[in-house]
């Protein structure tokens, strides 16, 4: 693709000349009139990004994917390179420039998650279509209206529009900026994507110690995520891990006629549910012995808390809850803490498939959020031995005929650490280099975040190349990221594209 310089870009070329942007005068009026300018331009190629499809369990999903990103980032003038691992492989791209200061690597999603067609309101979820809202109600309207005018509240609907396609289309438009206004970041690039990160990144950890060399960096920034529900210029300098546990109970060997056996086999599934409803009171607190060991809110932590400009009134409203866990006091006191989360639970029939019977098994997945100060091995310890001593006899996989005729509790257990948590101070040098790059670009403070509640596979970076992280969100947290009709707000767009342009002319 070959981009001309209109006589409106000739002129923001000349107000923004690379003088005024290697020393940080540009205002936020001059880079965001250059954005908005831009956006109709740049979505055709992110519509071709979101057509294809990006769900990790499929390899020529994956290798399509693959291509695409080295043709975007090679015809930008980056170097690309495959690096292999046991599943997909990562794709770094570089650019270098004369005299760095330093070397910032940037970590990109391009997988998507698995897609319900039946419950997307549109055609397909990997045929991109813009929406805007009428009583109410999203509606499609024709790609060409965008030649009319465009408003920052219509929607591009697909999957991976927000998480995280939309990310990289926004870097790739700001790096076409700088490009077309013959401007040089003060820094070498370099750009690790990430196309198995819904499947929990498995093969990122090794790969991270095997390409540490060709990773090497000062620093890595994360673009990723929703901004703040109030949708400002937000920085996140943390995230908290994950670690999963599959529970299935084990009641009569094939499922059982409840007239017959009603009564008489144990149901599995009111079994599981007991026995996961003993792991928290009614407030909401897992109540095992030391699961929130470690955690101390301090008065300086919350102050930084407090600072969040959060309308609980708002997020209770957004989600559509009344009450709240009594973990914490608040939607950030509560995120500092690990929790205790039932994913997911399996058991017999439902709806028009239901049948009178006494269920054969129940199968529950939970996920445990893991702060810096919690220890993935000693909060599954907890859980495990918890069950233990309910009288469970604890097993992996199938249990054996010997062991049904023997033991009247039989579950299955297995765990899987995905990733650790990271947190970086918000005084360290990434912290402020990126404060001031997003004060500029909107002429006020960005809200920051301490740490985010979901988890990023980003701390094999951290612990192995010893490098801080901090996560520049953009898009619109009402996205409807992993749920049918995922969606991504034009205005977080061009403000994202702002925001990426606006940390590539941002000095150290």
Excluded at 340 to 369: F, Q, Y
Excluded at 398 to 410: F, N, Q
Excluded at 459 to 483: C, E, K, M, W, Y
Aim: charged share 25%; glycine share 6%.
């Amino acid at each position: 693709m070959k981009y001309s310089l209109t006589p409106c870009y000739l002129l923001l070329a000349f107000v923004l000349s690379p003088s005024i942007l290697h020393s940080q005068k540009s205002t936020s009026t001059q880079l965001n009139q250059l954005t908005k300018d831009y956006v109709k331009t740049s979505l055709s190629e992110f519509r071709e990004c979101l057509s294809i499809p990006n769900d990790a369990h499929f390899p020529d999903q994956v290798e399509a994917n693959v291509k695409w990103c080295e043709n975007a980032f090679g015809k930008r003038g980056f170097s690309t390179q495959r690096l292999t691992t046991a599943g997909p492989p990562l794709l770094l791209a570089e650019r270098k420039v004369k005299k760095p200061q330093k070397t910032v690597l940037i970590y990109l999603q391009i997988d998507g998650q698995p897609v319900d067609s039946s419950r997307w309101l549109q055609p397909n979820p990997y045929q991109p279509v813009l929406k805007a809202q009428k009583n109410g109600r999203w509606e499609i309207i024709p790609w060409d209206r965008l030649d009319q005018g465009w408003s920052d509240d219509w929607r591009i609907f697909a999957r991976s529009a927000s998480d995280a396609k939309g990310p990289v289309a926004m870097f790739l438009g700001a790096i076409d900026l700088i490009d077309q206004n013959k401007v040089s970041p003060s820094y070498n690039i370099k750009v690790i994507m990430d196309f198995e990160e819904e499947l929990g990144s498995p093969h990122l950890p090794g790969a991270v110690e095997t390409y540490r060399e060709a990773l090497k960096a000062d620093l890595l920034i994360i673009l990723d995520g929703p901004r703040h529900i109030s949708n400002q210029p937000t920085l996140t300098f943390g995230a908290r891990g994950i670690t999963t546990i599959t529970l299935t109970l084990f009641g009569p060997r094939a499922p059982q006629h409840s007239g017959h056996y009603g009564n008489y086999a144990p149901n599995p599934a009111f079994r599981l549910t007991q026995l996961i409803g003993s792991m928290k009171d009614e407030d909401g607190r897992v109540i095992l012995p030391g699961f929130y060991d470690g955690i101390v809110l301090d008065q300086e932590t919350m102050d930084i808390l407090e600072s969040v400009p959060d309308n609980e009134e708002q997020i209770r409203k957004s989600v559509g809850i009344a009450g709240i866990d009594k973990v914490g006091t608040s939607y950030q006191t509560a995120i500092q803490y690990p929790s205790l989360n039932l994913r997911g639970i399996r058991s017999g029939w439902v709806g028009s498939e239901v049948r009178t019977i006494v269920p054969a098994t129940a199968t529950a997945e939970i996920d445990i959020r893991l702060p810096l100060e919690a220890n993935s091995d000693r909060l599954v310890k907890l859980v495990r031995d918890h069950i233990s001593s309910k009288g469970y006899h604890i097993i992996e996989g199938e249990p054996t005929e010997a062991e049904r005729m023997k033991y009247d509790l039989i579950i299955s257990f297995t765990s899987r650490h995905e990733y650790d948590a990271f947190r970086t101070e918000f005084q360290s040098e990434p912290g402020q280099w990126l404060y001031r790059a997003l004060k500029r670009a909107f002429d006020k403070e960005p809200i920051r975040i301490r740490t985010s509640g979901g988890s990023i596979p980003i701390s094999p970076f951290v612990t192995t190349l010893g490098i801080p992280a901090v996560t520049v969100p953009t898009v619109n947290r009402d996205n409807n990221q992993h749920s049918p009709n995922e969606n991504i707000r034009l205005g977080n767009y061009r403000e994202g594209m702002m925001t990426f342009l606006a940390i590539l002319t941002e000095g150290f």
